[in-house]
């Protein structure tokens, strides 16, 4: 079955950097797109970025441009999020996220940024 599993999130102080990562099995990983999601509390789940399946076209939410990056590994099956000047305001639960024949979720990794 598929399987996302998110790593990588902690406590980090604003302007500090995270690298998460999300490991991925149960389906041929270098056919599908994958996303990252989050959802802070009180708010609606939003795409913070996606990757192509190849990784040759990448799209970014306007709020994270310039501070995250997608990126992805096909050998090893893995998507990654690395992220860098970080808000208090980028505070939320981090989801990967791809689309086959259904919707699969990780069970998210919880990103915290405060001082």
């Known amino acids: 079955q598929v399987q996302l599993v998110e790593s990588g999130g902690g406590l980090v102080q604003p302007g500090g950097s995270l690298r998460l990562s999300c490991a991925a099995s149960?389906?041929?990983?270098?056919?599908?797109?994958m996303s990252w999601y989050r959802q802070a509390p009180g708010k609606e789940r939003e795409l913070v970025a996606a990757?192509?399946?190849?990784?040759?076209?990448?799209n970014y939410a306007d709020s994270v441009k310039g501070r995250f990056t997608i990126s992805r590994d096909n050998a090893k099956n893995t998507v990654y999020l690395q992220m860098n000047s970080l808000k208090p305001e980028d505070t939320a639960v981090y989801f990967c996220?791809?689309?086959?024949?259904?919707?699969?979720w990780g069970q998210g990794t919880q990103v915290t940024v405060s001082s």
């Open positions: 149960g389906f041929i990983f270098s056919l599908y797109a």
């Open positions: 996220y791809t689309r086959g024949r259904s919707a699969y």
């Open positions: 990757i192509s399946n190849g990784g040759g076209s990448t």
